[in-house]
Nanobody, 121 residues
Framework: QVRLVESGGGLVQAGGSRRLSCVAS????????MGWHRQAPGKQRELVAV???????IYGDSMKGRFTISRDNAKNTVYLQMNSLKSEDTAVYYC???????????????WGQGIQVTVSS
């Protein structure tokens, strides 16, 4: 019933910028944290950024100072502004949301399908 759909990925040159978007839809009662994780080939998935329902943020170490996470609660959307991109930022980026569906009292994590970001050097 819940879908998270990412958009905005693609190819960008090193030093460039890109903005990812993720829209949550379906039988959603409430959304808590929203965030982004990424997975590069041969590496484990890692935290990129998380934003709470009231706007507090956490960033992975390598993202600090370059990436900015934001959200629009009215649109059930989270964004990731990526600046000063490096080759090592190349990965599949996954949207994540902790939310309650209408039929449940439990917070559960939902994931998008992932979107490729490739940074050329």
């Amino acid at each position: 019933q819940v879908r998270l759909v990412e958009s905005g990925g693609g190819l960008v040159q090193a030093g460039g910028s890109r903005r990812l978007s993720c829209v949550a839809s379906g039988s959603i009662f409430s959304i808590n944290d929203m965030g982004w994780h990424r997975q590069a080939p041969g590496k484990q998935r890692e935290l990129v950024a998380v934003i709470s329902s009231v706007g507090t943020t956490i960033y992975g170490d390598s993202m600090k100072g370059r990436f900015t996470i934001s959200r629009d609660n009215a649109k059930n959307t989270v964004y990731l502004q990526m600046n000063s991109l490096k080759s090592e930022d190349t990965a599949v980026y996954y949207c994540k949301a902790k939310l309650k569906i209408l039929q449940s009292r439990l917070w559960s994590d939902y994931w998008g399908q992932g979107i490729q970001v490739t940074v050329s050097s």
